[in-house]
């Protein structure tokens, strides 16, 4: 259990509206990343963190913003929602040694934008 | 760019059948090499990893050899049991210089008939 918690794990909303989800550690590590999963896509990845107010942007990065003001927390915003941001979205941290460094996911939240 | 290639799902067996699942990548380094398992309505999990050529990882009866001289790294399992049932997904990382991205396959649904 790498400690990881997401809130809310479900949500829904309606388009136009901003929405932030929020990732939270119990471990202080300092690699963090959000994903959203989609049905024949995989996993992308939107944005990620390598430090406190240091992010830098995923392969799926618009429309999306993120903050990291502390280490145990990584704020991912929907500016104003979409329906093409319906899906699930993940957190999850890395760490170890150099090779085999891992990363290590969150439960998920459920996103539903109508 | 570094990619990864999995079997198309899905994928559906009889319990104590034999298991399967090709991985191909591409990848400019020397990348370290992942299986990671989502079960219905979970977030994913790190099932195995292999860091350098001709390590196996292993772990629940699931093994993956990393292959160079073929760029694979199959999954396999024995004897698979209803409760292996779920997503798996086949994922690299790069190692070189200060990268800490995944590059992940799309992900391959087994269900396991009892």
């Known amino acids: 259990d790498a400690g990881i918690t997401q809130s809310p794990r479900h949500k829904v909303t309606e388009t136009g509206t901003p929405v932030t989800l929020r990732c939270h550690q119990t471990?202080?590590?300092?690699?963090m990343y959000w994903y959203r999963q989609d049905p024949g896509h995989g996993l992308r990845l939107i944005h990620y963190?390598?430090?406190?107010?240091?992010?830098d942007k995923g392969e799926v990065s618009d429309g999306y913003s993120v903050s990291r003001s502390k280490t145990e927390d990584f704020l991912l915003t929907l500016e104003s929602a979409t329906s093409s941001q319906t899906s699930v979205y993940f957190c999850?941290?890395?760490?170890?040694?150099?090779?085999?460094?891992?990363?290590?996911f969150g439960p998920g939240t459920r996103l539903l934008v109508l | 760019g570094d990619s990864v290639t999995q079997m198309e799902g899905p994928v559906t067996l009889s319990e104590e059948a034999f298991l399967t699942i090709n991985c191909t990548y591409t990848?400019?380094?020397?990348?370290?090499l992942f299986w990671y398992v989502q079960y219905p309505g979970e977030g994913l999990q790190l099932l195995l990893k292999?860091?350098?050529a001709d390590d196996k990882g292993s772990n629940k009866g699931f093994e993956a050899t990393y292959r160079k001289e073929t760029t694979s790294f199959h999954l396999e399992k024995g004897s698979v049991q209803v409760s292996d049932s779920a997503v798996y997904f086949c994922?690299?990382?790069?190692?070189?210089?200060?990268?800490?991205?995944?590059?992940w396959g799309l992900g391959t649904s087994l269900a396991v008939n009892p």
């Open positions: 990848a400019t380094g020397y990348p370290s």
């Open positions: 963190s390598y430090g406190v107010k240091d992010t």
């Open positions: 471990e202080n590590h300092r690699y």
């Open positions: 292999a860091t350098k």
């Open positions: 999850a941290i890395s760490f170890g040694t150099s090779g085999g460094e891992t990363q290590y």
């Open positions: 994922a690299l990382r790069d190692n070189a210089g200060n990268n800490r991205k995944l590059i």
